[in-house]
């Protein structure tokens, strides 16, 4: 459906700028067992066009005027209801905008007492007698209009009660229930008060709005008069009388006029911090909903109000707002959402029950309620046409699209003085607020149902039921306020019935005076028709201007500016979402800051951890080039040490330059000493660590056992010539260090030295062997499985073996000795005993044996041969013994050698190699020994 935003008004409107096209809706909801039959002329807006658009329809169900008699009859009776009253305190002066806005109620009261002629002054001022205030449960007014006095523009003044009258300092008058009390003006001195509560007067605004008719009658003649200067209304007819109110809208008035004269400083008020209630009341069909809501091309109330508001937004700029909105209906005596039942498609959602409930700070409210946060005219207006949408219509007798239900517009208001950087001091003091937290003031818009009388179907009764119920006591609550008023008041209203009906609830606060309030009446007066329906159409009209009048009488308000709420505790607190978004603002932007805080402290932390990291890494780098630099140099040392052994080495056999004997020449000396080349030797063999050390250890050990051997075989003489040889060999350039050649030339002799050693160890051990074999008994058994020359283990272990052995062998030869000594003794023996028979020769043994050839004791000679010759034989024998067992094996020129197996086993040779053991005559009393075949 399309949505319009009220058009920029022209002359009246409180701004320059532009507004949005009117959103009010064009068309309502209508019930669906009700037909909704649309006017011809109603525009495509959806709002209900003005009755001048389709005067047939709406002039067809107003009663007929009364006639002429009936006007003088009324008229008979004179009602007199003076009513001057200060409307809403002045705007701030200096605000631009009061030139361009149509009198304000007050200013306008100034106007209306310059322009009221002397005699209606008059006439209030007679007007002191009681007077009933006429009554909206009996509908019948009593006639109890005191006075009336027949102006001399043919218009009747109607004056108020004594009680209910003040006189203004203008010289108009208000009433003197209505108070205002500013916490700002309070402050001043009493004279100021006196002031202050003059201008203050007038926090209840009622107005009456006069709907046109078919003829377009401004009804200043006839049964009835209009007169909007003086805000009067008289009706001729029965009970007549004159009706005085804060305003009195004829049929030519518009809705901007309505608004800025009726609601104009109310809203302002309210974006002051003041709570205010605008209502329309009336009968059906006489224009609530076209005043409040207005058209396209004639916006009412709630838009204009809307359009006030953001210009006061814009106009205020040091202060902050925040609006939330609500928007509920009483539909027969039950609340609903009007924001959450409209949906998209129109289709009403299920909601949960709307009950109303009393705080002492918010008053009474209803819950749960959808409220929706808005921020542009546009936005606003949107979502009360949304609400229109799903407010309860339907066709009427009197309204084609008569309105079935209460709506209540709440506008809340959330205002807050900005910080002192973005406003200024001339702007607070302008506005009258001090520097504070938050304030909230509620702005409540309500279009009531009609009341009405007559109801075809029984659901149109019975909606009608419902509202006139609600009406009535709306009505009763207004009488029994001026009545408690007269009493002395009863400031709690808990004599009043406003639980009676969800209206009167909710419009508790404002009816006792709580905020300010305007009441904007409405009414029918060319009703044509029947004259059953005309009459009856008179009296709901008149009761209508009763209830404005009693309600203008009866209402108490001492509407106070509304508490700034300070922090976000509490009830109150808790619902101040400008406090709550600022709170929760300052708590993101400290969240926001101290993650800054902790980001700027990470990264500091990280580039100071980066930076010992890299000085880390620095250092460790610098260390590691200082110990490589030290271990190139470790090895440099060690390269230069050992170079400078090597040179050493190679100059082991002489002294240095110096002048001091080399090692090698030490090693020399001490080789020469006689046995050494030979233990030096052995060591060198049995050490394996020597046998495993450097080359040049090696070179040293040959050198030094090479030397040894050689000085063994050398005279001293001979080794000092080497000594000299090595001193010669100094050096090439003299400095002491000798040449390559040189070295090569000491390492040659190194190595020829060894391998002399080698062969010369190698001989030895085949001697040992032999010397082992041939001392060989029936025994001797090699366990040896053979001989690793060049292994120490072997080496040593076979040398063990072979000591073993040879031991062996002595003791057996020792046996043989002894056996041979035995055989000699007794031979001696036996000599002894010959030659004590014969002389003996003094000569040697050698003598005597050459004797026995030469001697004449030859013979004896003989015997002893043939003695030695029978030892010799015995031995042959036991070597034969031997052979035969196999042990040895006797060669071809009768030496005898070990078998060739157990030669085998204990040597691993061939037995060629091994040399044979000669047997040799052997003197007597001497051991025969081997012979080295080898050598
Ligand atoms: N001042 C006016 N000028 C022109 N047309 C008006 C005026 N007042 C009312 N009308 C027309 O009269 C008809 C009824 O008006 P409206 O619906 O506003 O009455 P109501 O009081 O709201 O009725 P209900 O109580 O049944 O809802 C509408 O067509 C409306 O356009």
């Known amino acids: 459906m399309a949505t319009a935003l009220p058009r920029p008004r022209p002359s009246m409107g409180p701004s320059d700028t532009s507004l949005p096209t009117l959103s009010v809706p064009k068309s309502r909801k209508s019930m669906a067992s ?41 008229s008979s009776k004179t009602v007199r209801k003076a009513v001057s009253i200060n409307s809403f305190p002045k705007p701030p002066k200096g605000d631009g905008r009061n030139s361009s806005m149509p009198s304000s109620p007050l200013a306008g009261d100034r106007a209306r007492a310059a322009r009221k002629p002397k005699p209606v002054r008059d006439s209030v001022a007679s007007s002191n007698s009681p007077t009933p205030t006429p009554s909206l449960l009996n509908g019948s007014a009593e006639g109890k209009f005191i006075s009336s006095t027949r102006m001399s523009d043919g218009h009747i003044s109607v004056s108020s009660p004594p009680q209910s009258r003040s006189s203004s300092a203008q ?6 229930a209505t108070t205002y009390e500013d916490s700002a003006d309070a402050s001043g001195s009493a004279s100021e008060k006196r002031s202050s509560a003059t201008e203050a007067k007038g926090n209840v605004i009622v107005s009456v709005r006069v709907r046109p008719d078919s003829s377009n009658n401004d009804h200043t003649d006839g049964e009835w008069m209009v007169d909007g200067r003086r805000s009067l209304i008289g009706y001729r007819g029965k009970e007549g009388g004159d009706y005085y109110y804060d305003n009195v809208f004829t049929t030519h008035d518009n809705n901007a006029r309505v608004y800025d004269h ?6 302002r008020r309210v974006m002051e911090g003041y709570h205010g209630t605008v209502f329309a009341y009336g009968q059906t069909g006489t224009g609530k909903t076209f005043s409040m809501q207005g058209t396209a091309s004639s916006p ?36 609903h959402d009007l924001l959450s039942m409209a949906s998209a498609n129109g289709a009403a959602a299920p909601q949960e029950e709307i009950k109303l409930r009393e705080d002492s700070k918010r008053g009474v409210y209803a819950t749960p309620l959808k409220e929706e946060i808005v921020q542009s005219p546009t936005q606003l207006l949107r979502v009360i046409a949304r609400g229109d949408q799903a407010r309860r219509t339907a066709s009427t007798q009197f309204n084609s699209r008569s309105s079935r239900s209460h709506a209540v517009v709440q506008i809340i208001v959330e205002s807050r003085e900005r910080m002192p950087a973005g406003g200024n001091a001339g702007d607070s003091k302008r506005s009258g607020m001090v520097p504070g937290g938050v304030r909230v003031s509620t702005l409540s818009l309500i279009d009531l149902a009609g009341s009405e009388k007559a109801a075809e179907s029984k659901e149109r009764r019975q909606e009608g039921a419902h509202i006139n119920k609600s009406l009535l006591t709306l009505g009763t609550v207004i009488a029994k306020l001026s009545e408690w008023k007269d009493k002395g008041g009863d400031k709690d209203g808990k004599h009043l019935p406003y639980r009676d009906s969800k209206l009167t609830r909710l419009l508790q606060g404002a009816l006792s005076g709580n905020s300010l309030v305007s009441i904007l009446c409405t009414a029918a007066l060319g009703v044509t028709g029947t004259a059953a329906t005309s009459a009856n159409h008179t009296i709901e009209t008149l009761n209508t201007l009763k209830f404005a009048s009693r309600a203008k009488n009866s209402i108490v308000s001492h509407a ?23 709170m929760e603002i300052q708590e993101l932007k400290q969240q926001l800051e101290s993650q800054a805080n902790k980001k700027n402290d990470e990264e500091i932390k990280e580039l100071v951890e980066e930076d010992r990291v890299q000085t880390q890494q620095m250092a460790e780098r610098h260390e590691e080039q200082i110990l490589e630099m030290q271990l190139a140099r470790t090895a440099l040392k060690e390269r230069i040490d050992h170079l400078n052994r090597l040179i050493l080495s190679s100059k082991s056999a002489g002294v240095n330059s110096n002048g001091t004997m080399s090692a090698l020449a030490r090693y020399s000396q001490i080789s020469l000493v006689p046995g050494s080349a030979r233990s030096s030797v052995a060591m060198s063999i049995r050490s394996p660590l020597e046998r495993t050390a450097s080359v040049a250890s090696n070179s040293t050990i040959g050198r030094r056992s090479s030397y040894g051997a050689n000085m063994n075989r050398m005279s001293g003489e001979a080794a000092a010539e080497i000594v000299d040889a090595d001193e010669d060999s100094i050096g090439e350039n003299g400095d002491g260090l000798a040449s390559l050649t040189a070295q090569n030339r000491a390492l040659q002799a190194d190595l020829a030295d060894k391998n002399r050693y080698i062969s010369t160890l190698e001989k030895r051990l085949l001697q040992a062997r032999r010397a082992s074999s041939s001392r060989t008994s029936s025994g001797f058994s090699v366990t040896t499985k053979g001989i690793m020359v060049g292994e120490d283990h072997s080496v040593a272990a076979l040398l063990k073996e072979k000591d073993a052995e040879i031991a062996d062998l002595r003791a057996r030869l020792d046996d043989k000795d002894r056996m041979l000594a035995a055989l000699r003794s007794a031979a001696r023996s036996r000599d002894n005993a010959d030659a004590m028979t014969e002389p003996r020769s003094p000569q040697s043994q050698d003598g005597i044996r050459n004797s026995l050839h030469w001697s004449p004791l030859r013979k004896e000679s003989k015997r002893r041969t043939k003695s030695i010759d029978e030892m010799n034989n015995m031995l042959e024998e036991m070597i034969q013994d031997r052979v035969e067992t196999g042990q040895i094996v006797r060669g071809v020129r009768g030496s005898v050698r070990l078998a060739p197996i157990r030669r085998l086993e204990s040597l691993g040779e061939p037995p060629s190699e091994l040399p044979p053991l000669r047997r040799v005559a052997t003197p007597v009393g001497e051991r025969s020994a081997p012979v080295e075949a080898a050598s």
């Open 300 to 335: 009412g109330v709630i838009p204009l109000a809307i359009t006030d508001i953001f210009s006061y937004i814009r106009e205020t700029p040091s202060r902050e707002f925040l609006l939330r909105v609500s928007y509920l209906e009483i539909y027969n005596e039950k609340i």
């Open 560 to 582: 106070k500016r509304a508490e700034e709420a300070l922090g976000a505790g509490g009830d109150g607190g808790a619902r101040v979402l400008l406090e709550r978004y600022r």
């Open 262 to 267: 009726m609601a104009k400083r109310l809203v």
């Open 171 to 176: 010289g108009s008058y208000s009433t003197s």
């Open 34 to 74: 009700i037909p909704s039959p649309k006017s011809p002329a109603a525009p495509r807006s959806g709002l209900r066009a003005p009755s001048t658009a389709s005067p047939a329809s709406s002039n067809s169900s107003i009663p007929p005027i009364p006639k002429a008699g009936q006007l003088a009859a009324a």
